[in-house]
């Protein structure tokens, strides 16, 4: 059962939102969380992680279940976070998130806007000759575009997916509006996604691609 590595040494684990903030000096982007007395964070997350997920017995995901309504019972601010109790991957989700440090919006945004609406390598080099094909994605790819241009702005890399309520939060402290961008500004972080992310390099079709209003 869980409590069995409940006391287990604290081992090394990435907060990429604290990160950001110390390497920034910006505030208020990551969450901090109270967990249950004698529960490692980590090593219970090592527990629960894939591929066991989708070997859960019954027995395992309650007291996973458990975990999720103890963790929003000793922080309210993890109620506002929609998690589908029916489904093992939302809960060990949300609850990677809060070991993870990530605030309850972006926690909430990655479960509900974010995670099951992601293009593969295959569609986006499909794209390459049609971009109208990327048009179930434009969401997607604002989002990360948006990451791209902070990213040089500030000279560090976003290594999670924020929520639109934190990008305006960076967006208020730093006076960098993410959310308008020139067609050219676009473009070129744009080309800055195909390449970090797919490593393509974009062919001068990429320029006809404006995914937006």
Known sequence: MLNEVWTLQQQKYSYPAV????????????????????????????????????????????????????LIALNPDLASVRINRADPESVYHFISGVASRFNPSDIDFYLNDYAFNIPGRSVIMACRGDWST???????????????????????????????????????????NCFVLSDDEYMFHFAGL?????????????????PRA
């Not at 490692?40 to 090592?46: F, K, L, N, Q, R």
């Not at 990451?147 to 960076?170: C, D, F, N």
């Not at 195909?194 to 404006?210: F, K």
């Open 19 to 70: 990160e950001f903030e110390a390497q920034t000096g910006l505030t208020g982007l990551s969450g901090s969380y109270t967990w249950p007395n004698g529960m490692c964070p980590v090593a219970t997350m090592d527990r629960i992680r894939h591929p066991n997920i989708i070997a859960y017995t019954q027995e395992i995901y309650d007291e996973v279940l458990g975990l999720a309504d103890a």
């Open 134 to 176: 990327l048009e179930p994605f434009e969401d997607w790819i604002n989002q990360h575009v948006m990451m791209q241009y902070i990213k040089a702005q500030l000279g560090v890399e976003m290594r999670w997916i924020p929520s639109p309520s934190t990008l305006q939060h960076i967006v208020d402290q730093t006076g960098l």
């Open 194 to 210: 195909l390449r970090d992310r797919y490593g393509l390099s974009a062919d001068p079709s990429v320029t006809e691609y404006v």
